[in-house]
């Protein structure tokens, strides 16, 4: 299983190096939580946001590396205070945070995200949060 494990993180490790940024482009790190690792996975979703749009508070039940691909967004999740990132910039969404604010930032260009999912079990990605 550790051997599963190893292979894994060094495939992803592998994907993302294929995909890294120019040099100087800024890069985001976090430690993702303790996972069993009995089933990791992988799973990227596109969200696009015409100008303006924005999306229900939810949460997801796993961490989320989020990259702005086009566009800028405004985001907040639990107590860190609503930030703004823009294309080519990256940010880290904790398992189960509230994300309260997820909104494209400009009133008249779209924008789009690319929303990596590290899960260790099935279920849904995305869960509303209660109001």
Not at 50 to 61: E, K, L, N
Not at 91 to 118: C, K, M, Q, W
Not at 121 to 126: A, I, K, R
Request: proline content about 10%.
């Amino acid at each position: 299983m550790k051997t599963l494990l190893a292979l894994t993180v060094l495939f992803l490790i592998a994907a993302v190096a294929q995909n890294l940024p120019p040099r100087g482009w800024p890069r985001a790190t976090s430690k993702l939580p303790e996972m069993n690792g009995k089933q990791l996975q992988v799973t990227q979703v596109e969200v696009r946001y015409a100008p303006g749009q924005a999306s229900p508070s939810h949460s997801h039940t796993c961490p989320v590396l989020v990259r702005v691909v086009e566009g800028s967004v405004r985001s907040k999740v639990d107590d860190n205070p609503e930030a703004t990132f823009k294309e080519g910039e990256t940010f880290y969404e904790p398992p189960n945070g509230t994300h309260a604010v997820s909104r494209n930032a400009s009133d008249t260009a779209p924008a789009r995200i690319l929303a990596t999912f590290i899960c260790d079990s099935d279920g849904p990605l995305t869960k509303a949060s209660p109001k």
